[in-house]
């Protein structure tokens, strides 16, 4: 059974660079799927950041394109989020998730316990 | 494409049915139209995957259905731990996912 779990620092500064790292256990990153980011703010619904497959193509939300970046290291079987240019309305649950490329319909199937990101001075 | 899910939120008794709706401002296929609950400080849980097809060890009292740009999630009668925030989520040809705003189901 795959394991997300994210980690990261839970705060951050304004105009600084956010980065998360997902660490994937029970599953090679390296055999397909999509990976993705969703984040929460506070009282709010669910967005989409950003996914990566497993070759390295990354698609970003485009809101939200300018400033993020996805990677992939299959050797150590995690993916990351880098967030640059951070203001308070990044603060956020920060999710990672596996998307199902198999049965076609792309839904997260697996998703990471979350991890609290506050961007504050 | 953007998912407008109705109602914001639904009062509902355990025992009743429930009904939540998710329209799409184009029509999509539904074959990439799928459904989440999320509870307080969980993560999401996946429910439904295109359009009608339960994820593994969701119970038969949640379904499905819908096409073009109306969607919908029924449970047909409410158990308590039903009570939740629920999203509809779609996935586009040029690899964007996109959430709708969510329904909350609440006790009434």
């Known amino acids: 059974q795959v394991h997300l779990q994210e980690s990261g620092p839970g705060l951050v500064k304004p105009s600084e660079t956010l980065s998360l790292t997902c660490a994937v256990s029970?599953?090679?990153?390296?055999?397909?799927?999509?990976w993705g980011w969703i984040r929460q703010p506070p009282g709010e619904g669910l967005q989409w950041i950003g996914s990566?497959?497993?070759?390295?193509?990354?698609y970003y939300n485009p809101s939200l394109q300018s400033r993020v970046a996805m990677s992939i290291d299959t050797s150590r079987n995690h993916f990351s989020l880098t967030l640059t240019s951070v203001t308070a309305a990044d603060t956020a649950i920060y999710y990672c998730?596996?998307?199902?490329?198999?049965?076609?319909?792309?839904?997260?199937?697996?998703w990471g316990p979350g991890t609290v990101v506050a961007v504050s001075s | 494409v953007v998912l407008t899910q109705s109602p914001g939120t639904l009062s509902l008794s355990p025992g009743e049915g429930a009904t939540l709706s998710c329209g799409a401002s184009?029509?999509?296929?539904?074959?990439?139209l799928n459904w989440y609950q999320q509870k307080p400080g969980q993560a999401p849980r996946l429910l439904i995957y295109?359009?009608?097809r339960r994820a593994t060890g969701i119970p038969a009292r949640f379904s499905g259905s819908g096409s073009g740009t109306d969607f919908a999630l029924t449970i047909s009668r409410l158990e308590p731990e039903d009570f939740a925030v629920y999203y509809c989520?779609?996935?586009?040809?040029?690899?964007?996912?996109?959430f709708g705003q969510g329904t909350k189901v609440e006790v009434k």
């Open positions: 998730a596996r998307a199902d490329v198999g049965s076609g319909s792309y839904h997260f199937d697996s």
């Open positions: 029970g599953y090679s990153i390296s055999n397909g799927f999509f």
């Open positions: 990566i497959y497993h070759s390295g193509s990354a």
């Open positions: 184009q029509s999509i296929s539904s074959h990439y």
């Open positions: 295109a359009a009608s």
């Open positions: 989520q779609h996935y586009d040809y040029s690899s964007t996912w996109t």
